[in-house]
Structure formats: C-alpha cells, structure tokens
C-alpha cells in the first residue's frame, strides 16, 4: 500500500479564485502558474511566479478546485508545507506565501531565508 505524498503547499480559496481570473485573461486557456524561487533580495531567496503553458520536466503539479500550478522541482524544499494565499488591502495586493520554512525576511518583505 503507497501512502500518498502531501502536496508541496496549498492554496487558500483566495489564491485559488485569482489564479483562475490571472489565467481566464490568457489566451491559452489551458495554462496554469509556475512558482519558484530565486536567489536575489537582501535575504537571499524570493518568490517567482510566472505564466506556463504545460509543465516542465519533473514539475510538480498542484491542483485545487479546478486550478493548476506547478511547482519547479528546485524549489520544493523551500515550499514545503507552504499556502499560498492572495491578499488585498488599501494599498496593496498580492500572492502571499505562509512558509513554514522561513528563518528570516527582510524588512520590505521581498524576500527570506531558509
């Protein structure tokens, strides 16, 4: 008997909806979100999503009533265990990751550390 994987993170219902408006704007209905993460920022790592059509080789693939995103295989021990939520407020909005890996952020919030 196989016990299934967790996934690499989850997504609020919030992250949900926007990636399905993000997405019902392109013209490839049948594309999804690519999350990563990056080495830049005074912390050292940030967050990168970006728009992909079908998944890269060993991808990690996320889906959530009805929405995909993949997840680029160098970046899941940074995001495991981690929610992606979308936040709106008076002066900002955004996709917000609540990763439980994170040691340290820096103080403008672009980036953090593992």
């Keep these: 008997m196989t016990i299934p994987r967790p996934q690499v993170i989850t997504m609020t219902d919030a992250a949900v909806e926007r990636v399905r408006f993000l997405l019902s704007k392109q013209n490839d ?9 990056k ?14 059509a079908a998944p890269n080789p060993h991808d990690e ?11 680029d295989p160098q970046a899941t021990l940074y995001l495991l265990g981690s929610q992606m939520d979308y936040v709106e407020d008076k002066l900002q909005s955004g996709f917000v990751f609540n990763n439980p890996n994170e040691k340290a952020r820096c103080g403008c919030g672009e980036s953090f550390q593992v």
Excluded: K, P
């Design 29 to 37: 209905r049948q594309g999804a979100l690519r999350i990563g993460v």
């Design 61 to 71: 693939m996320v889906e959530a009533d009805g929405v995909t995103v993949y997840v």
């Design 39 to 52: 080495a830049r920022g005074c912390s050292g790592m940030s967050y990168h999503i970006e728009f992909a």
